[in-house]
């Protein structure tokens, strides 16, 4: 299984951007797909979580109310769509999928470079 994460990129503060996140294959159903950002200096964080059977979403404070999560039309990955970015939102963002029966994700997208300019 292999993840491919895209639509990074430069904008303004207050502008807005998606990610993308595809699973190669299309028969995978995971437990949970998430995404996670780590910034220069700091530890990676998990900032949005979906879960594939119920569909629960959980946010971290962060991004709440300015961040959404949500799953690709066809269940072949998910987007993450990103309204009024600051600054404090530059880093690389990740895409992970969790198995069931693991507590960890497994499976990692190669991140993608998000930068926001004040």
């Known amino acids: 299984v292999q993840l491919q994460a895209s639509g990074g990129g430069l904008v303004q503060a207050g502008g807005s951007l998606r990610l993308s996140c595809v699973v190669s294959?299309?028969?995978?159903?995971?437990?949970?797909m998430a995404w996670f950002r780590q910034a220069p200096g700091k530890e990676r964080e998990s900032i949005a979580i979906?879960?594939?059977?119920?569909?629960?979403?959980t946010y971290a404070d962060s991004v709440k109310g300015r961040f959404i999560i949500s799953r690709d039309n066809a269940n072949t990955g998910i987007h993450l769509q990103m309204y009024s970015l600051k600054p404090e939102d530059t880093a690389v963002y990740y895409c992970?999928?969790?198995?069931?029966?693991?507590?960890?994700?497994?499976?990692w997208g190669q991140g993608t470079q998000v930068t926001v300019s004040s």
């Open positions: 979906i879960h594939w059977t119920t569909s629960t979403i």
């Open positions: 992970a999928a969790r198995s069931y029966g693991m507590s960890t994700y497994k499976y």
């Open positions: 294959t299309s028969d995978f159903s995971p437990a949970s």
